[in-house]
């Protein structure tokens, strides 16, 4: 098993940015990789970024790319998600996952099989 816990989002304006976090810890050895996902209210779940555990490749719908950086520190067993120009209608949770499983698509919520407990972030206008 792999336990994830995720930082306190928060409310942050417009444009503005915030950084999350996620620490790993359990059976960490076995992933594959690190995503995180949002979801809005009365919305489907969505990909937000995902980063391959050993060669730190990284992945990004094209609605975050350039704004939103994953990154990790492997010896800390811990994910990043920063944040920028952030705008109201990424209001949502914001929940980290991980994988222990390969070959599994990269950006499908179905692959993961580790969950963080989400964590608000909200953007004001």
């Known amino acids: 098993q792999v336990q994830l816990v995720e930082s306190v989002g928060g409310l942050v304006q417009a444009v503005g940015s915030l950084r999350l976090s996620c620490a790993a810890s359990?059976?960490?050895?076995?992933?594959?990789?690190m995503g995180w996902f949002r979801q809005a209210p009365g919305k489907e779940r969505e990909f937000v970024a995902a980063?391959?555990?050993?060669?730190?490749?990284?992945y990004y719908p094209d609605s975050v790319k350039g704004r939103f950086t994953i990154s990790r520190d492997n010896a800390r067993n811990t994910v990043y998600l920063q944040m920028n120009s952030l705008n109201p209608e990424e209001t949502a949770v914001y929940s980290c996952?991980?994988?222990?499983?390969?070959?599994?698509?990269?950006?499908?919520?179905?692959?993961?099989?580790?969950w963080g407990q989400g964590t608000q972030v909200t953007v004001s206008s």
């Open positions: 996952a991980a994988t222990s499983r390969l070959g599994g698509l990269i950006t499908g919520s179905g692959t993961y099989n580790y």
């Open positions: 359990g059976r960490t050895f076995s992933t594959v990789a």
């Open positions: 980063i391959m555990w050993s060669s730190g490749i990284t």
